[in-house]
């Protein structure tokens, strides 16, 4: 069983996922919540989220990202690009970073890894480049180390992931279409050295077709457990 050490992982459908760690420390990625068929029904987003990150430009991890940042007056962490166009949208507090870089808050150090997708923002009429697409690795303080792909699809840098920052916990598209499917998941988890997998990014649209049956199979024997919960619920 991968030990979060008091750390809370919840999933809220889709990408969105909200994490405390046992200090207190409140982090909410990619939330997509209005227009999200899987947010669950009737959650209430806690008062305190200290940071939101956002992983690329695209509506389906980046559509409340405003609002939900002027209300709860959180910092937005993410590609400078795509930081830009949120400061241009009225955010006040963000944290432009780029591919390979750390950044740390409290208890915590948000790191920017490779992904393989693509970021452009949907703005009205327009697609303004978002900068390239990123993942997280989260390094808690006497607490686990996770790892959230944003839409990748599977790709040799985790490797290198696991080498720099040996992530326990995955949070990793399974979905298929927009990007990985449950047997390439299964290699990334493998690839990234982790004991557990939260399966995300699949069942929100009839597209995304990959399940958390299909990761477990692909992952039998191997020792990574899979932790397929429905949204609202949470892995600690
Ligand atoms: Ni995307
Ligand atoms: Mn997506």
Known sequence: MTDLKGTVVTWLGHATVHIATAKGTSILIDPFIEQNPKFPKGYQLPEKIDLILATHGHGDHIADLVPVAEKHGSKVVGMVE?????????????????????????????????????????????????????????????????????????????????????????????????????????????YLGVTGVLPIHYGTFPVLTGTPQELAAELQGSGIEVRAISPGESVR
């Open 82 to 190: 795509l930081m830009g166009w949120a400061e241009s949208k009225g955010v006040k507090n963000t944290v432009g970073m780029n591919l390979g870089g750390s950044w740390k808050y409290e208890d915590v150090t948000i790191s920017a890894v490779e992904a393989r997708h693509s970021s452009g923002i949907s703005d009205g009429n327009e697609v303004i480049y978002g900068g390239e697409p990123v993942g997280f690795v989260i390094t808690i303080q006497k607490g686990p180390v996770l790892y959230h792909a944003g839409d990748t699809c599977l790709h040799l840098d985790m490797q290198l992931t696991r080498d720099l920052y040996h992530p326990q916990f995955a949070m990793l598209p399974i979905g298929d279409h927009y990007t990985m499917g449950p047997k390439a998941a299964a290699i990334a988890a493998k």
